[in-house]
Nanobody
Framework: QVQLVESGGGLVQAGGSLRLSCAASGRTFSSYDMSWFRQAPGKAREFVAAISSSGSSWYGDPAKGRFTITRDNTGNTVYLQMRSLDLEDTAVYYC??????????????????WGQGTQVTVSS
């Protein structure tokens, strides 16, 4: 069982930056593939970024060139550094985890554990 707790969300002006954190419980964090998804009001949940247990990363189109996902296996934490935020980035951001494997996990159904989410609001 893995428990995930997100933090770092808040209100930011367009063009600004935020860093989200996701703290995971358990002693096997390093063996999990981790990801960030987001869900805006009235929209489906959207893939943002993922990082595998081996450290490889992938990004959804909205995140490419602006967001960076990293992980700290010693601290059991995954981060999402977000830059050049715009109004369309306003959403609840969720952290997710799944046991590591050889295939890329870009869809929410591939993940077994989810955090409660952290709100990111970008203002003009």
């Amino acid at each position: 069982q893995v428990q995930l707790v997100e933090s770092g969300g808040g209100l930011v002006q367009a063009g600004g930056s935020l860093r989200l954190s996701c703290a995971a419980s358990g002693r096997t964090f390093s063996s999990y593939d981790m990801s960030w998804f987001r869900q805006a009001p009235g929209k489906a949940r959207e893939f943002v970024a993922a990082i595998s247990s081996s450290g490889s990363s992938w990004y959804g189109d909205p995140a490419k060139g602006r967001f960076t996902i990293t992980r700290d296996n010693t601290g059991n934490t995954v981060y999402l550094q977000m830059r050049s935020l715009d109004l369309e980035d306003t959403a609840v951001y969720y952290c997710a985890a799944a046991q590591g494997s050889d295939y890329i996990k870009l869809y929410d159904y591939m993940y077994d554990y989810w955090g409660q989410g952290t709100q990111v609001t970008v203002s003009s």
